[in-house]
Every structure is written in C-alpha cells, then in structure tokens.
C-alpha cells in the first residue's frame, strides 16, 4: 500500500512547490526555460504518465523535486540543440522524416485504443468499491477443464477444500498450503480469477474459472475492510489505473 501514499505525497510536495510560484492565465507556472513554462497541469499529466511515480520511494519530496528538475534540464537540452542550429541540420531532418510514420501510428494508436480505454464513472465507483476490501481466498488449480469439474462435484457433496488443494492443486506450495492465497486486493490477480472471485460471498465456492494459468476453484473465507480516502480524491489516480488494465487487454 506505500505506493499509493507516495503518489499523494508527491502530489502534497507539488502543491508547496506552487505556493510559492505565479500564475499564468488558465494554469500555475512550476517554471520557466527561457521562453518555455512548465506549468502545475503538464508536470500533474506527466506524473501520472510516469511508472516510476508508482514505485516504493524513500523521498517523496526528492521524487517530485527530480523530476521536476529532469523536465528543466529537458528544456535546457532543448534550447541548446535550437541555438546550435541542429533543427536545420539535414540528416537530423531525414531522422526526423523517417520517425513521422511512427508517430502518425502512435496517434491513431491513441485514438482508436486509448479512447476505448477510457473508463466511464460506473467503472471508476466499481473500481472504488471493489478495492475497498480484500478477500481471504483458496483456490484449487488444475490444467484440465474435466478435473477441475470433477473436484468442483466433490465439492459439492461435501468433501473439504483444504485436503482436495493439497491432493489435487498444481500451484506450487499448494501441498503445503492448501491454497490458502491470503488476503488478495482488486486488480492483484487476472482478471478471470477476481472477477469470480468478488461474486463470491463468505463460505462460498466458484464453478471452475478459466484463466491464463489453468482452471481455478475458488472459495471464499472472510472479507476484511480498508480504510479509504475518498471517492473524488482517489478518483484520478483510479482512473489512469483503469485505463492501463483496459490497454492491455485491448
């Protein structure tokens, strides 16, 4: 969970990096490269743009400051390449030439894929809903359909799951554990398994659910609650989380 509290910490640090800067007409300036402002909006967009933002860090503060930093030297970069001359280099415009189909590519990747991906608020509540808690699950894995349809009718007649995990389960450690999963959160499992796996309400067990490991029995033990900022806080962050899920499956 420390990933999330850095992103809002970077946020908080971004937010007294303002207090102390001026404001354009429709945003706050963070900077300025000779001609070139680097506003509160761009660096918010590139953050979130960033994974690295999403890792464990030691220095919320120095995270935020870095990458501001990085983008002035950017600029800087930029600006030398510009008093240099290099925009009128010819071979450089010939690279340059030859990127444009990538980047036309890029563009219509953009349109066709990441408005697809765009998440609707219905999503964005599930999404807020679902992450509220994490379950405490078992599960049985097997390769074969037949099997897995086949333990699921012992299931059913009563036979236990721990036994029939350790018997029958591919998962490794699963002899050990019993396929005990411990307590799992939304979006920390493929989307096949959670899906079943929320439908699922205390002491109950899922028919056998395809996914890209095998064939999966699920059930369910205790639910626990966490605590949560609130919906119109998170809702950002949730949504660039929602939308990087959609892209790959897409």
């Known amino acids: 969970m420390r990933k999330y509290y850095s992103w809002w910490g970077i946020l908080y640090v971004l937010s007294l990096i303002l207090a102390c800067n001026a404001k354009t007409e429709n945003s706050t300036l963070v900077a300025k490269v000779g001609d070139k402002e680097i506003t509160f909006e761009s660096l ?20 935020a400051l870095n990458f501001l930093d990085s983008l002035v030297n950017n600029q800087l970069l930029i600006r030398a390449a510009y008093q240099a001359k290099l925009d009128q280099d010819r071979e450089i415009n010939i690279l340059i030439d030859e990127q444009r189909p ?4 890029d563009e219509l990747y953009k349109m066709v894929i990441l408005e697809k991906a765009e998440p609707t608020t219905k999503e964005l509540k599930d999404y807020y809903n679902k992450s509220g808690e994490q379950r405490k699950l078992r599960h049985i894995l097997v390769k074969e359909q037949a099997e897995a349809e086949e333990i699921y009718k012992q299931l059913r007649k009563g036979a236990s799951f721990e036994p029939l995990a350790k018997e029958k389960s591919v998962e490794p450690g699963a002899g050990e554990s019993g396929g005990d999963l411990g307590l ?25 659910v395809k996914s890209p490991f095998g064939w999966h029995i699920i059930k369910l033990e205790e639910i626990s609650k966490l605590d949560q900022r609130p919906f119109e806080e998170v809702m950002k962050f949730q949504k660039e989380r929602i939308k990087f899920g959609k892209q790959t499956r897409l």
């Open 44 to 63: 918010d967009e590139r953050l979130f743009q960033s994974l690295e933002f999403f890792e464990d860090s030691l220095s919320q503060k120095q995270n």
């Open 102 to 105: 990538r980047l036309l590519i």
């Open 184 to 208: 799992v959160s939304w979006g920390s499992t493929v989307d096949e398994f959670q899906q079943a796996a929320w439908k699922l309400k205390v002491g109950q067990i899922s028919k056998p």
